[in-house]
């Protein structure tokens, strides 16, 4: 599905433009908002192992999806050290989440990993707008 969205932002120019960057900034914004979230229940006991196990893993996948096609994207020019900053996000992200899905129930590394989650999610807010 990201490949069909990168696609699509990139005009079928072969590049990535600055829409299409926003977007997959939006879409590691969000996979990080969920995974804060499901972290955040599993450690309060309110995800079981299980949920969160296999809801942690659809996540990192799609934000390997993401960094993939943002590593493997030409940039249009001056958005070089944007999409490199993207696609390091999106694979911290992956990273986390992939954390996640294995963290059994270790609430203090769930608590740590929703905090982590939630502090990407605001870093891929303000790089999806340029700041």
Known sequence: MSLLLWLAGCGGSGQLTAGALEEQAAT???????????AGDAARGRATV?????????????????????GEARPAPGLA????????????????????????????????LAARLAADAKAAEKLGGGS
Request: glycine share 4%; hydrophobic share 40%; net charge positive.
């Open 28 to 38: 590691s914004q969000s996979l990080a908002a969920e995974g804060s979230m499901l």
């Open 50 to 70: 299980a949920f969160t196990r296999i809801h942690a893993r659809e996540l990192r996948d799609a934000a390997g999806s993401v960094a993939t096609s943002l």
């Open 81 to 112: 050290a944007r999409a490199k900053r993207a696609a390091s996000l999106a694979q911290r992200i992956r990273s986390e989440l992939d954390t996640l899905s294995r963290s059994g129930s270790d609430s203090a590394l769930q608590r740590r």
